[in-house]
Structure formats: C-alpha cells, structure tokens
T-cell receptor, first 112, second 113 residues
Framework: GNSVTQMEGPVTLSEEAFLTINCTYT??????LFWYVQYPGEGLQLLLK?????DKGSNKGFEATYRKETTSFHLEKGSVQVSDSAVYFC???????????FGKGTRLSVIA | DTAVSQTPKYLVTQMGNDKSIKCEQN?????MYWYKQDSKKFLKIMFS???????INETVPNRFSPKSPDKAHLNLHINSLELGDSAVYFC????????????FGEGSWLTVV
C-alpha cells in the first residue's frame, strides 16, 4: 500500500538557518505529493504541492521537488524564522478520490 | 468566509456520553473526509464520502457514525464516548479537478474525562 516516511523530529534550528525535512514515499501509481503545516493549536494548512515528477512546489520561501527516481519530496527553506515553528506533514494521494496518506509529522522549533 | 468549518472547536465531555461534531464546506467539493489526530500528532483517515455516499470506512469502532445530509455537510456522531476517543478530529474536503488537494477545517479538540 501507499506510505510516507518523513524524518523524525523534533528539529531545532536558529533563526536564518537552512532547513531540510526529508520525505520519501511508497506508492503503486503516480501520486500527487503535498506538504502541510500545522501551527500550534491550529488545523492543517496546505503549504505546497506537486502533481508530477520533477515538479517543484513552492510557497512562503519553502520549496520541494518531486523526485520520482528517489521517491522523495524533501522540504527546504533557505532561512527559517521563528514564525515557521510548527509541525510539518508530508502526504501523498493517488489519482482519484483517495484520501491523503500522511507521514508522522516533523516538529520544527526555530529559536531567535 | 471559512472554506471548511467545523463545530465545536473544543468539547469536553464525560465517558459514556454521546456527542456530535458538525462540518460544512462552501468550496463546492464532492468529497469530504474525517481524520483523527492522536496525541502524537499522527493523522489517520476515518471516513470518506463522495456526493453523500460512503466510499471509505477505515477500521473505526461502530460507535462512530458519519452522516452526510448533502454533499456540503459531513457530521460525525460518537456514541458511548471512551477515554481513548480523546483526540483532534479534522473534517476536510477535496475535488478531483483540483488535483485532489485536500482542504482541512480547523479541528475539533475532543477531551473525554
């Protein structure tokens, strides 16, 4: 079945540091890939997505590239801010009306 | 306007009670979901409805009963609440024509005491 594996946290970084959160997936078809962010006490917000191989999703300085050859969708940001502190979820969805399969989430803490 | 709205946001109730969480989406989506997030932040699909029809029903106790009166609403009723039901419940919706991107509500924090 489909699955998503993302690096375990927590990840603690200083402000302006470079961020990478690794995500790899297993899927039978050609899934769409997503990163969602959950700020403390809030729901999940779509951060970015990519629907086919070599697509790059980007938003708010974050980006991730759909790599079919390595089945990966790593999240990166060049310079994190304290306001980026949140839990980040990698997810995939097969074509059609299938629900997202989520990774276990990675908690990021950015300190000033 | 909130795209996916669910109520109540917080709910504290005693074991054995019955409670409902309501969800509405104004995005015109055909598919709606309920997800459960446990204390470790793990998200798991519970149910999925497409045009009011149940299409996914994961291994969930039958104390949980979803109801979709129309494609814009998907409510979750829970009977005989147990301590282990304490979690955050997220409603969500999607549309195939939008690349199946799922949009979430803000969550309902359920605490069973």
């Amino acid at each position: 079945g489909n699955s998503v594996t993302q690096m375990e946290g927590p990840v603690t970084l200083s402000e302006e540091a470079f961020l990478t959160i690794n995500c790899t997936y297993t899927a039978t078809g050609y899934p769409s890939l997503f990163w969602y962010v959950q700020y403390p006490g809030e729901g999940l917000q779509l951060l970015l997505k990519a629907t086919k191989a070599d697509d790059k999703g980007s938003n708010k300085g974050f980006e991730a590239t759909y790599r079919k050859e390595t089945t990966s969708f790593h999240l990166e940001k060049g310079s994190v801010q304290v306001s980026d502190s949140a839990v980040y979820f990698c997810a995939l969805s097969d074509p059609g009306n299938t629900p997202l399969v989520f990774g276990k989430g990675t908690r990021l803490s950015v300190i000033a | 306007d909130t795209a996916v709205s669910q109520t109540p946001k917080y709910l504290v109730t005693q074991m054995g009670n019955d409670k409902s969480i309501k969800c509405e989406q104004n995005l015109g989506h055909d598919t709606m979901y309920w997800y459960k997030q446990d204390s470790k932040k793990f998200l798991k699909i519970m149910f999925s409805y497409n045009n009011k029809e149940l299409i996914i029903n994961e291994t969930v106790p039958n104390r949980f009963s979803p109801k979709s009166p129309d494609k814009a609403h998907l409510n979750l009723h829970i009977n005989s609440l147990e301590l282990g039901d304490s979690a955050v419940y997220f409603c969500a919706s999607s549309q195939v024509t939008d690349g199946n991107t799922i949009y979430f509500g803000e969550g309902s924090w359920l605490t069973v005491v």
